[in-house]
């Protein structure tokens, strides 16, 4: 059986009150910066477009350990997207290495895009390296615009 003191003073058990209102609101903060961190990028491309994302690489102590070029896969996303990695040799700031190591730059491509098309684009990249298979993923929101028609020149402001 449980007993309640009730000879706490009114100050007292007002503290307690306050603080777990404030360490509430603290935990809902954090989590709410949490979130902010992981929210998706957003692109823009016309049809016909790639754009560069970012260098892919696997490194130990600064020295490749792909086996074989790693692959990107689009879980989710519309038909007009594509993804590949281009084979090239990259620098891993990240790591703070000095040398370039075999890897690539994905890339992300529309084709295909006849009218405004928003959507989000959820990929994995897979790793063959010595250690093991390793994967990173990420999530883009993309709009994706068709190309104006040739003959027809935006208009022009008035001047």
Known sequence: MTIIDMTTSAPSRLRCV???VATFLVCAMLGDAAHAQTAARRLALKDGESIELYPVYWVI??????????????????????????????????????????????????????EKVEARVTYRVKYKTRAGDRQTGGTYIVSLFPQAAKGNAPPQPNE
């Open 18 to 20: 306050g603080l777990a």
């Open 61 to 114: 102590s600064c020295r490749s350990a792909l086996i074989v070029m790693p692959e990107v896969e689009i879980l989710e996303g519309p038909p007009q997207i594509s993804m590949s990695i281009r084979k090239e040799k990259v620098l891993p700031r990240r790591q703070g290495c000095a040398a370039t190591v075999p890897g690539g730059t994905l890339l992300l491509s529309a084709k295909g895009v006849t």
